[in-house]
């Protein structure tokens, strides 16, 4: 293994670590049109989970990508039967502005989400548009977290447009989704140079040298573990960290310290 210590070494033998909890800050729930997820019902998520290790994941509707009433809806009930397990991202769609208000006071009044989610490549709307403003104020106005589809090249959701968000909206704790594929480096200037934004994993820790890079200019303090659950298995990406070049406080960062301290859920463990 490369740069083996003993978390990896725990992870290798038994397929967790004890004292060492996985947060998942990016998953999702629920069918998705001509995809077979053999393992997307509530209980069959819950054993990928302890199985993984997972003590927490934050969580949206592939529903609600499309329909965000009945999407939402559905996070909340999983959130509301599952509260020791799950908590909720509320999508918010730049397609139909009018609605913003509504979903806003409907999320208020919903218990067991945290905050946003933003997918600008799905919905063909950037990050810039002024149909997010009063998501954004809402956000900035309470210091709640955005977790963001973010992507390579510029226009829709790349490291530009979070920078340019981050710089409008300084209480706005930004998740980058992917961390910005493919931007590796300027992604993570982004996170470096703004207190309040985060390089989130999913995917990008598959491509070797991605998170030594990350590591490297934004530091493993703004890096949080994320799976697309059910798109990929919460031990593949684990696996990816475990052989990075990076320590086991790094590791501990990503797996579940940063994912705490930003969200506050509890864990049984300290440190």
């Known amino acids: 293994?490369?740069?083996?210590?003993?978390?990896?070494?725990?992870?290798?033998?038994?397929?967790?670590?004890?004292?060492?909890?996985?947060?998942?800050?990016?998953?999702?729930?629920?069918?998705?049109?001509?995809?077979?997820?053999?393992?997307?019902?509530?209980?069959?998520?819950?054993?990928?989970?302890?199985?993984?290790?997972?003590?927490?994941?934050?969580?949206?509707?592939?529903?609600?990508?499309?329909?965000?009433?009945?999407?939402?809806?559905?996070?909340?009930?999983?959130?509301?039967?599952?509260?020791?397990?799950?908590?909720?991202?509320?999508?918010?769609?730049?397609?139909?502005?009018?609605?913003?208000?509504?979903?806003?006071?409907?999320?208020?009044?919903?218990?067991?989400?945290?905050?946003?989610?933003?997918?600008?490549?799905?919905?063909?709307?950037?990050?810039?548009?002024?149909?997010?403003?009063?998501?954004?104020?809402?956000?900035?106005?309470?210091?709640?977290?955005?977790?963001s589809h973010t992507w390579s090249g510029a226009g829709l959701c790349s490291y530009r447009e979070v920078a340019a968000v981050a710089d409008k909206y300084p209480q706005i704790r930004f998740l980058m989704g992917h961390a910005g594929y493919g931007d590796w480096l300027d992604s993570a200037k982004v996170a470096r140079d703004h207190e309040h934004v985060y390089l989130e994993l999913t995917a990008a820790y598959s491509v070797r040298g991605a998170l030594e890079i990350m590591c490297e200019h934004a530091g493993s303090r703004k890096i949080t573990f994320g799976t697309d659950h059910p798109w990929f298995d919460p031990h593949y990406g684990i696996g990816c960290i475990l052989s990075a070049y990076m320590t086991d406080e790094d590791r501990r960062n990503i797996l579940y310290r940063n994912a705490q301290t930003l969200f506050g859920l509890p864990l049984e463990v300290a440190g």
Not at 105 to 127: D, N, Y
């Open 1 to 147: 293994m490369i740069n083996e210590g003993r978390i990896t070494r725990e992870f290798v033998e038994h397929g967790r670590v004890e004292d060492c909890p996985v947060i998942d800050t990016h998953a999702h729930y629920g069918p998705f049109q001509a995809i077979y997820f053999p393992r997307h019902r509530p209980e069959r998520v819950i054993d990928t989970m302890d199985r993984c290790g997972v003590r927490w994941m934050l969580i949206s509707g592939h529903q609600a990508l499309v329909d965000t009433e009945r999407g939402n809806a559905e996070i909340a009930r999983l959130v509301a039967d599952y509260p020791d397990r799950f908590r909720g991202w509320w999508v918010i769609s730049p397609n139909y502005p009018d609605r913003i208000p509504a979903e806003l006071e409907a999320f208020e009044a919903t218990p067991g989400f945290l905050g946003f989610k933003l997918h600008p490549s799905q919905q063909g709307v950037s990050l810039t548009a002024d149909a997010y403003t009063p998501a954004y104020e809402y956000a900035n106005a309470r210091g709640l977290p955005i977790l």
